[in-house]
């Protein structure tokens, strides 16, 4: 009797938000605990590429499916080369996936990665908690079960405003991305402020050459590879804290055609002179409405944010070029006068639908006609 107990309370879990919201469910994956900015997704499918994309680095998904892990994990749907989200939050775990490409379940794939979730609370009512609430901290425990001492481990964490995690995430050095040995048309210089492998995936089999750069790379880095365009990627934090990335964005500007993505956009945005601000919520899924302002074509969108640009800040030589339907917020930019456009979502999709690949298309012909 005192076995099966003692084995029923390893099995607990307590996910606590720092509004001192709680909920109690079942330790899922590795045991142990976590902390990070709880936000949720609304995909019904793409949790291995959710898993693996940098933008989520410290933060705690919670998935809106109610039935998780149904087709496994497999070597192939990674966007990077490790997990980068804190903690995973799920109301049903399929622990016996079937799937012709799948080597192991969900649960065995997280544990194997030591990362820390929950499963059978109700997420439906965490998602409307946070959406009513605001993103905000929170810690999953299997060890610490105690909600007044995990809510003192939860008050010494920093909020994701003015936090630069780039720097944590981005690679050391440069390096070449050529895994179908090409010689392309085009050189990319790819700043990774936490780069998703689809993007250069996509760029590769338009023909490109890519190299890799850190983020903290210096112009006159970039100037020596001498690019035919500069990518921006996608990445986690706030994007006013990375000043390093802004400052050479800002150098480059004119000088080479610029394509950004997400934070990437962010970026570019803030190194042309506007201002960034945080949402309540964010925009996290794969079927987000996004209308293109030039054509009046409604896209929809993978989506994974939670800052955006203020579009009552952008310069005179900046348009406003995509918007997010949902709320209406910046999804898209071009200056007028140097060329340089970004997007806030995720034309490379992995996972979501792929509207919006032409976007990839729009670079290459930037490009062509600098």
């Given at each position: 009797?005192n ?5 029923e309370?390893?099995?607990?879990a ?7 919201k ?6 899922f994956?590795?045991?142990g ?24 680095f410290?933060?705690?998904v ?21 997990i ?8 049903e775990e ?8 799948s ?22 009512a965490l ?16 060890k ?20 630069d995690?780039v ?10 991305w050529?895994?179908k ?14 780069i ?7 760029l590769?089999d338009?023909g490109c ?10 112009i006159?880095?970039i ?6 365009g ?5 990445g986690?934090g706030?994007?006013?804290a ?6 050479l964005v800002?150098?480059?500007l ?11 956009h ?9 201002k960034?601000f ?7 899924g ?6 293109n ?5 409604v896209e929809?969108?993978?989506q994974?944010?939670?800052f ?15 918007i997010n ?32 690949l ?6 290459i ?6």
């Open positions: 009797m076995k099966r107990n003692n084995s309370r390893k099995s607990q307590v996910l606590l938000l720092e509004d001192g709680s909920f109690k469910g079942e330790s994956g590795y045991n605990e976590t902390i990070g900015e709880i936000c949720f997704n609304t995909g019904m499918i793409g949790y291995q590429e959710i898993l693996t994309d940098p933008s989520y410290k933060q705690i919670n998935m809106t499916m109610p039935h998780v892990g149904n087709y496994g994990v497999n070597e192939d749907d990674i966007e990077s080369n490790s980068k989200v804190a903690g995973f939050v799920i109301k399929t622990e016996n996936p079937f799937n012709w490409r080597n192991a379940s969900l649960g065995e794939y997280l544990k194997k990665h030591r990362i820390v979730g929950i499963k059978s609370i109700d997420t439906r998602t409307i908690h946070i959406r009513n609430n605001g993103a905000m901290n929170a810690i999953i425990s299997s610490d079960l105690d909600i007044h001492s995990l809510n003192k481990k939860l008050s010494h964490h920093p909020s994701m405003m003015g936090l995690l720097k944590e995430i981005t690679i050391k050095k440069p390096y070449i050529n895994k040995n090409n010689s392309g048309t085009y050189k990319i210089a790819a700043i990774d402020f936490g998703k492998f689809n993007i250069l995936r996509i590769e338009l050459n890519i190299s890799v750069f850190p983020a903290s790379t210096s006159n880095d100037l020596k590879y001498n690019p035919d500069v990518f921006l990627s996608n986690p706030d994007p006013a990375v000043d390093y990335g802004i400052s800002k150098n480059l004119g000088l080479k055609p610029i394509f950004g993505i997400c934070l990437g962010q970026i570019l945005a803030l190194a042309l002179g506007a960034t945080k949402l309540k919520f964010g925009h996290r794969i079927n987000h409405p996004v209308k302002l030039q054509n009046g074509n929809i969108t993978s994974n944010h939670g955006a640009v203020d579009l009552n800040s952008l310069p005179p030589n900046v348009i406003s070029t995509h339907l949902n709320d209406n917020t910046s999804a898209g930019i071009r200056c007028t006068d140097i060329p340089a456009f970004s997007v806030q979502y995720h034309p490379e999709s992995s996972p979501g639908p792929n509207d919006s032409y976007l990839f298309e729009n670079f012909d930037l490009m062509k006609n600098a």
